[in-house]
């Protein structure tokens, strides 16, 4: 793949529609050609302690941020037409599709595609497991700062260059 747009959600609590930041990553023709990052006010609006010990944000960091609605109106332009990579795509499609829902948006019918799934594929049992950092390292990236939206997608897209 050439032209895709690799994207990470995190979220606050067990909840799909609980988006607390979202990260994307644009490449056309191989190379990558726009960023986005944006912390989201996340409904409902509460941190699970297991999701604060993950990425690190809590609800002070997000008490103030745009709703969903209006980060998603920065971020559709940028993707407008091209597939959307995720690593483990039915987590990041489910989120996607919950808060669409959520905020009585007309879901696009946005095409996935997962990187875990593809590196399953490539690397079989040659890797200790598929989790983002594993596969990333194995395609030659550094995920230095793991479970941060814009650094996930970044790897995601690195690995989608590689494998996909």
């Given at each position: 793949?050439?032209?895709?747009?690799?994207?990470?959600?995190?979220?606050?609590?067990?909840?799909?529609?609980?988006?607390?930041s979202?990260g994307?990553v644009?490449?056309?023709?191989?190379?990558?050609?726009?960023?986005?990052?944006?912390?989201?006010?996340?409904?409902?609006?509460?941190?699970?302690?297991?999701?604060?010990?993950?990425?690190?944000?809590?609800?002070?960091?997000?008490?103030?941020?745009?709703?969903?609605?209006?980060?998603?109106?920065?971020?559709?332009?940028?993707?407008?037409?091209?597939?959307?990579?995720?690593?483990?795509?039915?987590?990041?499609?489910g989120?996607?599709?919950?808060?669409?829902?959520?905020?009585?948006?007309?879901?696009?019918?946005?095409?996935?595609?997962?990187?875990?799934?593809?590196?399953?594929?490539?690397?079989?049992?040659?890797?200790?497991?598929?989790?983002?950092?594993?596969?990333?390292?194995?395609?030659?990236f550094?995920?230095?700062?793991?479970?941060?939206?814009?650094?996930?997608?970044?790897?995601?897209?690195?690995?989608?260059?590689?494998?996909?």
């Open positions: 793949m050439t032209d895709f747009a690799a994207i990470d959600f995190e979220t606050a609590n067990g909840r799909r529609t609980s988006v607390c979202v994307v644009v490449v056309r023709g191989g190379e990558v050609v726009d960023t986005f990052y944006s912390l989201i006010r996340p409904r409902p609006n509460f941190y699970s302690r297991f999701t604060t010990a993950i990425h690190g944000l809590r609800y002070e960091d997000t008490a103030d941020a745009p709703d969903f609605a209006e980060v998603w109106r920065q971020v559709a332009p940028r993707i407008e037409g091209l597939p959307l990579v995720a690593h483990n795509s039915p987590f990041d499609e989120c996607l599709r919950a808060v669409f829902e959520l905020y009585g948006m007309p879901y696009p019918g946005y095409r996935f595609v997962c990187t875990c799934r593809a590196a399953r594929r490539v690397f079989g049992r040659s890797l200790p497991d598929h989790r983002l950092h594993t596969v990333s390292a194995a395609c030659g550094d995920l230095a700062h793991h479970h941060h939206a814009l650094a996930d997608a970044e790897a995601c897209a690195r690995i989608a260059l590689k494998i996909l």
